[in-house]
């Protein structure tokens, strides 16, 4: 199989359907001739061409809407932003227009687009460019929400985002767009809404997502050296969770830990844990214990962002405490 | 703050000029009838909110319905008019169903989206409704992206996005036309300048009191007129919409205009001088019209009358008609969304 | 005591800090000539004058960007949102200039300001309008956020937040403006992040903010008929939360519900559940519930709406529920 | 898309108008020295940067310096600076220590902000730089924020709030104008229009070349001009200041520049033509003053080569004192925000 990164396996799926789809295109800042700020749309305007490769200034309102408007029209598009930091100022674009036009106008128009681009810190760019946007799109209904940690899970799951007829927001990550994995030659999509076992085990349950994942394997693999077997679930989907996964998982394990990358107020993380405490009550041997960032604006310096955001060792930390080994 | 003059600019024209506006019987008394649809439609709805049938916000059109009228006239089937939450009067020029737009009102299920939206949020794809936005300025975005697929597809169709005078200071107005002018869509954005944003005036929301200006910023083409027929404002835009189709050019219109009524239904309009509304009012492009079919084309009072009793039936008759529909099913809450 | 509406409480609070402080001014849509949408503005324009009393054209970002620039220079403003729902377009002022500034600065500038106006649902406005925004806010390090019920903590409140150094987002109701109730003539304030037991109890602790304050206390008097005296925590402050007071209920009670006018998926309330099973999950007979608003977009029909938005009825079954008497 | 020429505009000057722009010796040599310390600092911090020894986003400056010089000549005491996230030059010319500067973006302790805000989030308060701001366009209300308060309090300073060309589509932008024009504030809005977003030139993101035509729309006066002298820059931009000191008027500035390097330290700017870059390095305002000094001041190679010498030891010294400097205390994290 071809061993691919993250950034080239957003393109593929991105270029497949586009040769499949002429409906599909894409637009947003340096998507083009500069081939994406972070390299993943690159050759695509050369396959493709400037009428569907779409550079775009700097109005990410502008082109949300427009995204937004076009897909009323029957048109896929992707849009990008160049991280989601800069999706704040489009965000009354996601809010009252992709996600509600639906249910709102009653089915007459669908908003079938996708969203996407690099999500949470990355190293050094201070706290505006550092954030984390799926507390704000994960609590929205009308829209799903996917993060993705692998070259395998973000092909997939982005040809599934574009062929979708919901606007799905999709969480990269700037940190990991060199991540490598192997990818089928083979067309393929995952489903929206399936998590994913990135690590089968039995006395804990680990959920992450995102640029959590690493961490989240990087603790669990730390805790075998406690003598602890920890089960990674990497949600992929933020809206809707697979409830049925994470659930099967807890009632096996008993315990739960959460290691990610985002503020600890509300959120994902609050949300899985109101839910498994809601359906699994009686399975729980310990409260459910979340290992994010601190509840601070992201420092640039290196050792205060190094602090802030959750280690391996702040990951272990709570495995052992949820496992009261601590 | 500046100082603009909330007196309608003066009308001087010639009887001539007058009856010349109004030449063709039949375009003038087809003109008349669809603003007074649109009136009396919301006189009805006006009604029917003092009685607590209607609930939520409810925007009136009345006094600007000339414009909804000669937009569905410079219209081809499959164009686009986008609007914010004041739409009835474009419903009703394209030729919605008067029932189903009154129990939208009435958020009924056989209302225009189902009970879903309200008065704010105006929907019906086949006759080119495409909205039916609340949010200020949010929309303008959005109907540059429905240009941007008529062009990306080239399907011929044009756009016509509207706003108030009020929205034209917020972002989204700005990115949308920005867009539109750097990319050279097919669309015309008018503003309807009312004068008033809720109970603002124009003087403490305009740097400028011509909007037009803008229009060299965006590359686009503008124009800017007082609204007093149809027959005149159906002329001007029409340039407009066929710049878009044939040229790909976008255009950025001022409509000047009134509207008679509050904002909203909540809103007692304490804010102006019965002088000024009565300027204007003498002005009304609806009222005008009534006296060209009277003077020019020598219709008589009751000829007026017996339409208006029409008219008022048929408005009636949606009042009706959407009292009885039935609420939506509670089933409906779920549908067109994932749960 | 003088009886007053709500926003009559919310008027005097500004004139008093505008008499006391000439830094304090207001602006936003209408809140001069018009005495505010909703008039909580009434009279203040005659009293302080045009310079004092701001009416702004429809630019959010603009004049919430501008309060934030004045607050830089020493100034305190509050910038009244006609509705919260208007803050999407303004989002990222909020997000990335205020609650950031004072940090990222690294104190040199500081941001004393109050985003106030009406949120959540009304009466049939529809999916736009009738959003609530604590979620949003509340996930922000760097803001406080309060959410009011009575005229009495909505005076007191927002001289506190008038009078704090940080950035306030205080949480009006539309619904509850026109609620009455006795205000001291004489000064006092309220500091922040002080929840209010609206109503003692004993056999369950059910919490609630803003709009659902009414609802809850309904649903607990309803529970008396069931022999259950159910102990009502108004939060008053969503960020920071009052840990304290919470867990000390709970503790006592052992059961806990939520009632709030607000959408699921995490936010104020699965924060709530999360901090509750962590810090008392040895206390909890039960799993924490939530009833809140349906997952979907508000509707704008008069029974879709109903059954969106939660009743003392379903507030009472949650009620029942987490006391196993359901 | 339109078709705007990437070449600088020709520079036609007579020796004498060419010697008039730099008559004065001293204010020349100032000039220069201070383009010249803002060059050096950031060379200094590119090196670093290769070295790994600062990171994150590094936007450089270099090509740019004139427009900072002559801001901070045409200020006075209490005034304020505000940029976006390319802002050494303002800060070194408005007075900031290069150590605290270069400190910053080692993020360290001594560091202008503590090491808390790096490279994109420079804030000054004493030396009048009000930051610092880096999601494009959000800092234009916020300077408009500023104007406001001077005007509430009746303090008489004035903001002079920096964008790029890149910026001027995004809604804050236009929200920001407006509400400047319309309630005249005591504010300069210029726009460093250095030719690229990133790596985007002006014809994908201006529908019409001239950025000041927006003006008139926000009821300012506006300027345009090619920087090639601190100078020049300084006469225009003083002009400015003056009218906002003075009548509380605000103007749009349109700065034609260049910058030399890529948009950031990570992008290789592979988009220009050597051609292009050659010809506007043709026009370096730096290259420009030390040619002045020498051929209308009889300034030998020496003499600049010695001043040259000077400013990169302070910036050596920049450097080696950023690197001594200590990490923050990890309690910083908790300073200045409620937890
Ligand atoms: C972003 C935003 N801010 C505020 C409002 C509240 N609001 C609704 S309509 C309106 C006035 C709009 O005036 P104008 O644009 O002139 O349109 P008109 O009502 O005159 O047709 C305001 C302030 C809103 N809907 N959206
Ligand atoms: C809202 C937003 N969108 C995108 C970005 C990413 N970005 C940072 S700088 C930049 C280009 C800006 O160009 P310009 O305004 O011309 O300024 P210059 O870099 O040339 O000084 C972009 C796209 C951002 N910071 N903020
Ligand atoms: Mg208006
Ligand atoms: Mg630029």
Chains 1, 3 share one sequence.
């Not at chain 1, 601070?296 to 495995?319: K, Q």
Request: proline fraction near 5%; aromatic fraction near 8%; charge should be negative.
């Amino acid at each position: 199989m071809p061993n691919l990164q993250i950034r080239q396996a957003i393109r593929d799926a991105m270029a497949e359907e586009m040769a499949r789809d002429e409906n599909v295109f894409l637009l947003g800042e340096e998507v083009g001739h500069y081939n994406g700020a972070y390299k993943a749309s690159e050759g695509l305007l050369e396959r493709f061409g400037a009428k569907r490769v779409i550079d775009t200034p700097i109005v990410e309102t502008g082109f949300a809407g427009v995204g937004i408007g076009a897909a009323m029209c029957g048109l896929r598009p992707i849009v990008e932003f160049m991280t989601f930091n800069f999706s704040a100022v489009a965000f009354d674009q996601i809010l009252n227009n992709a996600s509600k036009i639906r249910h709102m106008t009653n089915g007459q128009f669908g908003v079938p687009i996708v969203f996407r681009g690099p999500n949470a810190a990355a190293h050094m760019l201070g706290s505006t460019h550092s954030q984390a946007f799926d507390p704000f799109y994960a609590h929205i209904p009308g829209l799903k929400v996917v993060a993705v940690a692998t070259p395998y899970d973000a092909k997939g799951l982005l040809k599934s985002a574009i062929r979708d007829d919901n606007p799905v927001v999709f969480l990269e990550s700037e940190l990991m767009y060199s991540v490598r994995g192997e990818v089928p030659e083979e067309e393929y999509v995952i489903p929206i809404g399936k998590a994913d076992i990135k690590r089968p085990g039995k006395d804990v349950t680990v959920l992450t997502w995102g640029q959590g994942v690493p961490t989240a394997l990087e603790a669990a693999e730390m805790a075998t050296r406690h003598d602890i077997d920890a089960e990674v679930i990497d949600l992929r989907t933020l809206r809707p969770l697979d409830n049925e996964c994470i659930l099967e998982s807890v009632k096996k394990t008993n315990r739960c830990a959460l290691i990610y990358h985002g503020w600890p107020y509300g959120g994902v993380g609050a949300e899985l844990i109101a839910r498994i405490q809601e359906l699994a009550f009686d399975h729980l041997d310990a409260p459910v214990l979340r290992e994010c960032y601190e509840d601070v604006p992201m420092p640039y310096a290196e050792n205060l962002e190094h602090l802030v955001i959750p280690s391996a060792e702040r990951g272990l930390a709570a495995i052992l405490k949820v496992c009261y080994k601590a | 703050m500046n100082d603009f003059n909330p007196m309608p600019p003066e009308l001087v024209e010639t009887p001539e000029e007058f009856a010349g506006q109004f030449a063709d019987r039949d375009q003038t008394l087809q003109a008349y009838r669809e603003m007074l649809r649109i009136r009396r439609f919301e006189e009805s709805a006006a009604r029917a909110y003092t009685r607590g049938k209607i609930s939520g916000f409810l925007h009136l059109y009345i006094g600007q319905e000339a414009i909804a009228v000669a937009t569905a006239q410079a219209l081809e089937e499959g164009d686009r008019v986008v609007s914010a939450y004041r739409t009835h009067g474009f419903a009703l020029a394209l030729g919605s169903d008067p029932n189903a737009c009154m129990s939208e009102l009435y958020g009924r299920k056989d209302g225009l989206v189902g009970g879903i939206g309200g008065s704010m949020h105006f929907f019906d794809r086949d006759k080119g409704l495409w909205g039916g936005y609340a949010i200020v300025g949010n929309h303008i975005p959005v109907a540059t992206g429905h240009a941007f697929a008529s062009k990306y597809k080239g399907d011929g169709r044009v756009t016509v996005c509207f706003m108030g005078d009020g929205a034209v200071g917020i972002g989204p107005v700005h990115e949308g036309m920005t867009l539109a002018g750097l990319w050279k869509l097919p669309i015309v954005f008018v503003v309807e300048n009312n004068r008033y944003s809720m109970g603002t005036p124009l003087e403490r929301t305009l740097p400028v009191e011509d909007i037009t200006q803008r229009a060299a910023g965006y590359g686009m083409k503008r124009d800017r007129f007082r609204v007093t027929s149809v027959h005149e404002t159906h002329r001007r835009l029409k340039a407009a919409v066929d710049h878009a189709r044939k040229e790909n050019q976008p255009t950025l219109i001022e409509m000047i205009t009134y509207r008679f009524r509050g904002h909203s239904m909540s809103d007692p309009a304490k804010y102006r001088q019965k002088d000024e509304v009565n300027a204007w009012r003498q002005q009304d492009p609806l009222e005008r019209t009534g006296r060209a079919l009277q003077q020019v084309h020598n219709m008589s009072e009751e000829d007026l009358e017996a339409l208006d009793d029409e008219i008022v039936a048929e408005m009636r008759a949606a009042a009706e008609f959407a009292d009885a529909s039935p609420e939506p099913d509670p089933e409906a809450r779920f549908a067109n969304i994932i749960v």
